[in-house]
């Protein structure tokens, strides 16, 4: 037993040899994901965002660096889209989207219902509205002013 013990010692004293090859380390840990790229919450299309520049310019909005987008309990099918006028500075916890050239901020208690939705603006014989597709609803009513998730 004594030539083993003198051997051991030998690997791990000054005298081991440097050209051994280097020791590898096994990391146990998964391999992370990789993260995607952000995503907007809300897509607006360019006749949306035209028509937005449009209301900013007006006397009503003076002051305005945006509009906000949020979701409130009413209507037939439970909630409704609301737009406001966003000023400067936004809440802090708005999600802000940015496109076409105009500001979006979107309300954080509806940012789950609103994840996905494209906002378009469509002008009819009878009507000019902001219109919006949304991914996550369950239902609308007949006129397409509320919607459920």
């Keep these: 037993t004594t030539p083993r013990i003198t051997k051991e010692f030998k690997l791990f004293s000054a005298e081991a040899r440097v050209d051994e090859a280097p020791v590898q380390m096994v990391s146990k840990r998964k391999p992370r994901k990789l993260r995607r790229p952000k995503v907007d919450a809300l897509a607006v299309t360019e ?20 509009v906000r987008l949020g979701v409130k309990r009413r209507g037939c099918n439970g909630l409704s889209y609301t737009l406001n006028y966003a000023y400067d500075p936004p809440p802090e916890k708005d999600e802000e989207i940015k496109s076409h050239g105009v500001r979006i901020f979107i309300d954080p208690n509806a940012l789950f219902n609103v994840v996905g939705t494209v906002m378009d603006y469509e002008e009819t014989e009878l009507s000019s509205e902001f219109t919006f597709i949304n991914p996550n609803s369950k239902g609308e009513c007949g ?6 998730v």
């Design 47 to 66: 006749n949306a965002a035209s028509r937005v520049k449009e209301l900013l310019s007006g006397e009503s909005a003076v002051d305005a660096i945006g």
């Design 143 to 148: 006129c397409g002013e509320s919607f459920t």
